[in-house]
């Protein structure tokens, strides 16, 4: 599966933004999908993930109540909304796809990834 992410921005802390991630082909709703985010000098890590159907959910400690994930299977696409931003959510965000089950959270996990979408958050 190929992902295409978008809606990336620059946004003030407190503000909210809803990433889109767009796969092509048609077994999406097979896929286990997952947000991850890598800030300037830092490691790729986990933000949220969701199942196939979307039932359940998956997210970091230091995003949760904040952000959540969501898929349109009909679509091929799967969102991330953030809201209540912090500095410290700057980072590129990446969405992925994991063929197998299990909703899990390592990079190595993961078989397919989009190209990155930036966030910025001013103070």
């Known amino acids: 599966v190929q992902l295409q992410a978008s809606g990336g921005g620059l946004v003030q802390a407190g503000g909210s933004l809803r990433l889109s991630c767009a796969a092509s082909?048609?077994?999406?709703?097979?896929?286990?999908m997952g947000w991850f985010r890598q800030a300037p000098g830092k490691e790729r890590e986990f933000v949220a993930a969701?199942?196939?159907?979307?039932?359940?959910?998956l997210y970091a400690d230091s995003v949760k109540g904040r952000f959540t994930i969501s898929r349109d299977n009909a679509e091929g696409t799967v969102y991330l909304q953030m809201n209540s931003l912090k500095p410290e959510d700057t980072a590129v965000y990446y969405c992925?796809?994991?063929?197998?089950?299990?909703?899990?959270?390592?990079?190595?996990?993961?078989?397919?990834w989009g190209q990155g979408t930036l966030v910025t958050v001013s103070s």
């Open positions: 082909g048609r077994t999406f709703s097979a896929y286990v």
């Open positions: 992925a796809a994991r063929r197998r089950p299990g909703v899990l959270f390592s990079t190595y996990d993961y078989d397919s």
């Open positions: 969701s199942n196939p159907g979307g039932g359940t959910t």
